[in-house]
């Protein structure tokens, strides 16, 4: 039994290409979303209690699957450290279609050695999609790992998506 405490203000579901999407907020911004991992979702026993952010939210990524839209322009709430939010900062923008290396953000964020730190904030992004973390790639292309959905898969479906050339 969940308790009410532990709900979000707001939360809805989205079917996708990439399996279903969770999405929360707060009644002004979307404070999280999550990709289906193994058939489940966390909260999949909670109600839907959709509000217009998480609507508008859910329309932009039916949109973006569809590929009709490049870019997403809901609001986003996000709370993490200094670092955590100047490396989400900087991955919110990252062009539809371009990648950026963990190295490359790691000098713009002025941790030029901080390699392992930045994919720690990458992975930590709890809005992924919506800010494109898995627009970042290793040395010569290829995908070190993604946290959303089922894992490596998923973000290969999303650099293909997007015609970005990538190696497993």
């Not at 969940?2 to 404070?31: H, Q």
């Not at 979702?41 to 590929?67: H, M, N, R």
């Amino acid at each position: 039994m969940l308790s009410t405490a532990t709900l979000p203000d707001a939360l809805r579901r989205v079917d996708s290409p990439i399996g279903r999407i969770l999405l929360t907020g707060d009644g002004e911004a979307v404070t999280g979303l999550s990709m289906q991992r193994a058939g489940a979702l966390p909260l999949d026993d909670a109600p839907e209690q959709s509000d217009d952010v998480l609507d508008a939210a859910a329309a932009q990524l039916t949109e973006y699957f569809a590929g009709r839209r490049r870019s997403f322009d809901v609001p986003v709430r996000l709370v993490g450290t200094d670092f955590q939010r100047a490396v989400w900062d900087y991955l919110a923008t990252i062009p539809y279609g371009e990648i950026v290396s963990y190295g490359a953000i790691g000098l713009a964020t002025g941790r030029p050695t901080a390699g392992r730190a930045v994919g720690g904030a990458v992975g930590a992004n709890p809005v992924p999609l919506l800010v494109p973390c898995h627009r970042v790639l290793g040395i010569s292309r290829r995908i070190t790992g993604y946290s959303g959905g089922d894992g490596i898969p998923t973000k290969a479906w999303l650099l293909a998506h997007e015609g970005i050339e990538h190696r497993a």
